[in-house]
């Protein structure tokens, strides 16, 4: 039986990894198949990441959690978990790759999810126009015509890099404020190529098994238009990912893992859950590093406590 299983392979994860780790336990990291390192795999430059002035790729600075975590004895499996059972004193954790492990502990470091504008097709459209990761698919839009939809700094991440690569950038928000950082924010307004349309949301997705345009609706006035686009960049936020343990955990409101004040406990005991699954309000690397950590020394505390 492993003394700690983390699942997830984010800042969060990982970091818990390294403590874990250096604290002699021997850690199992299951980081999914497909997905592993989280978000930041898909985010070009990080540049707010303390201890890295000239900032780095956010690829890179995965690459570089996962290899002090396998330094310090982190096992890292490339599994999907697909099954808990965390109610008991033993853990019980399934994969994908139909193995079954257990532990004492578990920490949960599952983040968020991409989420979706909720209109017909939107999936269907997904990888031939419709795209959540400027990263991955900017280079496919190169001197093209695209929007990018939402007001956070996500969406002026999104929409300053792709600038790269298409002619146009349309950035379309909901209000008429945008909700991101200053400096994110001003560095999307300065730039020629990209054009803000406020008080506006996305009505429809045009075109068949290809996306060719979208139609929207001001939110002010009620007024529709068409826009011929060649692609849309979809950056409205995250939903934590929490389906394999919302029926064995107590949630928040907005369906977030809820933990003990500032501690990574959970309502079960040995579960611990750490970065952007419980994190509604600040979610950067930084602070899920930190929430990772703090998982670590909670399952430490647990485990000695244990014995
Ligand atoms: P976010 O901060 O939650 O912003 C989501 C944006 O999408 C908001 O402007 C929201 O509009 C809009 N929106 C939500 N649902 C919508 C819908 N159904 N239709 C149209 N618009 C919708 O999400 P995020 O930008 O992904 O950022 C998440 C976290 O990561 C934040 O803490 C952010 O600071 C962080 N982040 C940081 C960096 C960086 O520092 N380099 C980069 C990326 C992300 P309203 O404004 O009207 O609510």
């Not at 959970?266 to 750490?274: D, E, K, N």
Request: with cysteine; proline share 4%.
């Amino acid at each position: 039986m492993h003394e700690v299983i983390i699942i997830g392979s984010g800042p969060a994860g990982y970091t818990a990894g390294i403590y874990t780790g250096r604290a002699g336990l021997n850690p199992l990291l299951i980081a999914s198949s497909v997905e592993a390192g989280g978000e930041l795999m898909k985010t070009t430059e990080v540049e707010n990441y303390p201890g890295f002035p000239t900032g780095l790729q956010g690829p890179e600075l995965m690459d570089a959690f996962r290899a002090q975590a396998e330094r310090f004895g982190t096992e890292v499996l490339l599994d999907d978990v697909v099954e808990v059972d965390l109610t008991g004193p033993v853990k019980i954790v399934k994969t994908g790759g139909g193995k079954t492990y257990e532990a004492k502990t578990v920490i949960l470091a599952t983040g968020a999810a991409y989420r979706e504008l909720g209109l017909p097709r939107e999936k269907e459209l997904s990888g031939y126009g419709i795209s959540w990761c400027a990263t991955c698919d900017g280079f496919f839009f190169r001197e093209k015509t695209i929007a990018v939809i939402g007001g956070g700094d996500s969406a002026m991440e999104e929409a300053t890099f792709l600038t790269r690569f298409a002619s146009k950038v349309y950035l379309i928000h909901r209000r008429d404020t945008f909700k991101a950082s200053k400096i994110m924010q001003d560095r999307a307004m300065n730039n020629p190529k990209i054009e803000v349309i406020w008080n506006t949301e996305v009505s429809e997705l045009l075109g068949e098994g290809k996306l060719t345009g979208i139609k929207t609706t001001n939110l002010v006035d009620g007024s529709t238009n068409t826009l011929d686009l060649d692609g849309l960049f979809i950056a409205i936020g995250n939903d934590p990912r929490v389906w394999l343990v919302e029926n064995q955990l107590t949630l928040t409101p907005e369906k977030f893992i809820q933990v003990d004040g500032r501690s990574s406990k959970t309502s079960l005991p040995g579960v611990f859950a750490a970065g952007d699954v419980i994190d509604p309000t600040y979610r950067q690397a930084i602070t899920a590093a930190g929430s990772g950590c703090v998982a670590a020394l909670d399952a430490e505390h647990y485990l000695s406590n244990l014995k």
